[in-house]
């Protein structure tokens, strides 16, 4: 076998934060995370831009810098990891434009 799959136990939690990694670099927030009978843990996530575009992922293509890059992800110990500037930042903390 000339490659070796590696599966990483990789962690994906509701309110976790993602930048797509494409041109569009739409931040994407993880709304809930179940796994169906049968297959592997999935992830329903919808961009900062529009709430109501909630869409279903394999949880691992959250772990696949190809695809997704964390900006602010729950640790297992409760700890937030932060990272890409402002694009994080709560809504409550931005100041509207006057």
């Known amino acids: 076998m000339l490659f070796k799959s590696v599966k990483k ?5 509701p309110g976790n934060r993602y930048r797509k990694s494409d041109d569009t670099e739409l ?8 796994t169906p ?3 592997e843990k999935h992830a329903r996530a919808y961009p900062t831009n529009d709430p109501s575009d909630v869409r279903l992922y394999a949880a691992s293509v959250f772990g696949d810098v190809r695809f ?7 640790v ?3 700890r937030g ?9 709560e809504p409550a903390t ?5």
């Not at 994407?28 to 179940?34: A, L, P, R, T």
């Not at 997704?68 to 729950?74: A, K, T």
């Open 27 to 34: 931040v994407w927030i993880i709304k809930n995370v179940y």
């Open 76 to 78: 297992q110990d409760g």
């Open 37 to 39: 009978s049968g297959f």
């Open 9 to 13: 136990d990789f962690r994906v939690a």
């Open 68 to 74: 997704f890059d964390p900006i602010h992800v729950q």
């Open 81 to 89: 990891s932060e990272s890409k500037g402002p694009a994080f930042a």
């Open 94 to 98: 931005l100041k509207p434009a006057e």
